[in-house]
């Protein structure tokens, strides 16, 4: 645990020291979660579920998992170009405790952003709107418990692509990533009706599915092999 810890550390440190990095991860928070709030004040007006509640249930899962695509890119991906993955390769740690670092090293930001930008929603839309506007309780623990966990389970499962595949093989995760981030924005904002609301049925059974991604996941990482990482070293 100890050598997980630490290399969360290290990536955690790196990300935030990244000037170009923390940039554009901000200006995508800034970009995704202020139009939000002129839709949830005219939505305030309609009939049907809270329209903080609908702004809130999906789109700090997709802010979450962009930012944690953007940020693995430079965890994982960058470190295999420059080849200095070689080195944490002869490191004494196990290769499935070096992915877990790096998995927590990664989320530890994204999720801090995407709370940021959960803020900024509310805080403009309660400007907007002329009072406070706050989320119901599910909505609270979904974006404690729920959205965390589907990071998590993006980054770790780009993390682990990124380690297997050679460089051309991912920059197609790339594109393929960033379409279905697209795609299921507008999707989902396709299938909610301003009369959604979020219930603990749907945040259990999310939490649920988030589980089970993460355990098949964890059982993955028994195929990573240091061999098989360095011949896909560009």
């Known amino acids: 645990m100890s050598s997980v810890i630490t290399v969360a550390r290290k990536e955690v440190k790196a990300i935030l020291t990244s000037r170009q990095t923390i940039i554009s991860a901000i200006i995508v928070v800034v970009l995704f979660s202020l139009p939000m709030a002129p839709a949830i004040t005219a939505l305030g007006t309609t009939e049907g579920g809270a329209p903080i509640d609908q702004a809130l249930f999906m789109f700090p899962v997709l802010i979450g998992v ?53 803020v900024l929603i509310i805080g403009a839309a309660s400007s907007l709107g002329g009072g406070v506007v706050l989320p119901s309780l599910q909505i609270i623990v979904h974006l404690l418990v729920v959205v965390p966990a589907y990071i998590a389970f993006a980054t770790g499962g780009l993390g682990f692509i990124q380690l297997l595949l050679g460089l051309k093989e991912n920059q197609i995760v790339n ?24 219930g603990w049925g749907v945040i ?8 089970a991604l993460l355990g098949i996941l964890a059982w993955a990482t028994r195929f990573l092999d240091k061999e098989r990482i360095v011949t896909t070293i560009p």
């Open 204 to 211: 259990g059974t999310l939490l649920a599915v988030a589980a």
């Open 175 to 198: 594109v393929v990533v960033i379409f279905v981030v697209i795609f299921s924005f507008s999707l989902v904002t396709g299938f909610m009706g301003s009369s959604f609301s979020v």
């Open 66 to 118: 962009f930012l944690g695509y953007i940020f693995a890119g430079q965890v994982f991906l960058r470190e295999k170009t420059d080849g200095t993955i070689e080195t944490l390769l002869c490191a004494p740690i196990s290769l499935r405790n070096l992915w877990a670092g790096k998995v927590v090293g990664t989320v530890i930001p994204a999720y801090a952003l995407t709370l940021i930008g959960v």
